[in-house]
């Protein structure tokens, strides 16, 4: 017998997973390229949200299709983060084996490593690096 439950997430755990991540646990990886922060901070001016890791979020729940790039060739696009991948990717985790770096953040444990594989499952649907 199999039980299915399905974990809100709250925005506050996405914006301190996203901050994790884009501020230490990813940087080795991915790039934000000047077409991507323009998409970012027209719907998220800084006047909104001065700080670009939290108004990434923001303008993903606003609709925005956020373009990730390679840190070691940053005109290569290597995944997207969207609303709809952003649930898809999300649930992906929650049922996958790397889970538990989910649950750390929504319990206020996470940590780099946890926000980098949650970002990773959010930009590419599994781990890639590390």
Known sequence: MTIEVKQKISQEVLEDIFVTALEGGSNYWYFLSEEAVKMIREAVPKSEDPHLSTSILKAILKGVNV???DAENEDDVI???SLDTMQERLQKLA?????TALIRHIEEEGDAD???TIFQYLAFGEIVYG
């Open 114 to 116: 946890s926000a980098d």
């Open 95 to 99: 049922d996958s084996k790397n889970k």
């Open 79 to 81: 995944g997207t983060i």
């Open 67 to 69: 373009p990730i790039n």
